[in-house]
């Protein structure tokens, strides 16, 4: 523990060895089965298994428990461990579909009521506002720090402590990993290349997660807005960018250790499918 003000509620308090990421999430994200059982981790480019952890004293207990009740005991819950079927997969059934714009197929909240899309979304914002702050680095590198307005961050402030609604100049789209193999990675959060506005995207634990902020955000992000609109979404061109991401960052050195991590990785998937 240490004193100082809690960045979140603002009080003077106790604070505790704050972590950026879940802490619970870099245990089930290992793999045991594979020579670094270590979650592969994506920072300012650079992919690294590592088991440190971003962190540093930030929140307060009752803060760091709106964090845990509101969304990342949910998520974690959801996470699948390494090799094993995700979950949400069985329950974005068809019937539950709808068609959304630019091929996005969108899963109503009210059709699926077994998914709790509120914490979902909080365990979003609470990571995309969590990239606002200045984090000390972990193996030599720090997380890209994230820029809003100071209106914009007050509101979301605000809604993780309870005490507001989002702003209506914000989207955030909840997607779905759409293929069936959830790989062990945590895409730190980070802003999309050069758009007309603001927006960040991350990918945790067989979740994609955007974030578009200002007044001109694309039909394509409001309509797929888990808060305005109350859906989850599921796209296959946005797993296959994401995972082009992961392979660009992983094979920046041809004798990457990530590289013989996702070889080993295939080699697992293949020796799994000859068996059923």
Request: aromatic share 10%; with cysteine; charged share 25%.
């Amino acid at each position: 523990m240490k004193f100082g003000r809690c960045e979140l509620c603002k009080q003077m308090r106790d604070l505790h060895d704050s972590h950026y990421a879940p802490k619970g999430g870099y245990k089930k994200n290992r793999a045991d089965q594979i020579t670094n059982p270590n979650p592969i981790v994506f920072v300012n480019g650079k992919a690294k298994q590592t088991s440190s952890q971003i962190r540093d004293f930030k929140f307060c207990t009752e803060c760091e428990g709106r964090f845990n009740k509101g969304g990342e005991s949910y998520v974690i819950s959801l996470m699948p461990e390494y090799g094993r079927d995700f979950e949400l997969h069985k329950v974005l059934t068809t019937p539950k579909m709808e068609h959304g714009p630019e091929g996005y197929l969108l899963f109503p909240a009210e059709k699926i009521p077994e998914v709790h899309l509120d914490q979902l979304v909080y365990f979003g914002m609470s990571m995309f506002w969590r990239g606002t702050r200045t984090w000390p680095p972990a193996d030599g590198a720090s997380p890209p720090k994230l820029f809003m307005s100071l209106r914009q961050e007050k509101a979301i402030r605000k809604f993780l402590l309870g005490h507001g609604p989002l702003p209506d100049d914000l989207a955030i789209m909840v997607a779905v990993w759409p293929f069936k193999k959830v790989s062990p990675n945590f895409l730190m959060p980070k802003e999309e290349a050069e758009p007309p506005h603001r927006r960040y995207w991350f990918s945790y634990g067989g979740l994609i997660y955007r974030l578009a902020l200002g007044k001109n955000i694309p039909d394509v992000l409001k309509e797929t807005c888990a808060y305005h609109k109350k859906v989850i979404s599921l796209s296959k061109d946005l797993g296959e960018s994401v995972h082009n991401a992961i392979k660009a960052m992983a094979g920046q050195a041809d004798k990457s250790p990530i590289m013989n991590t996702l070889k080993e990785i295939e080699k697992i998937k293949a020796t799994s499918a000859m068996k059923a």
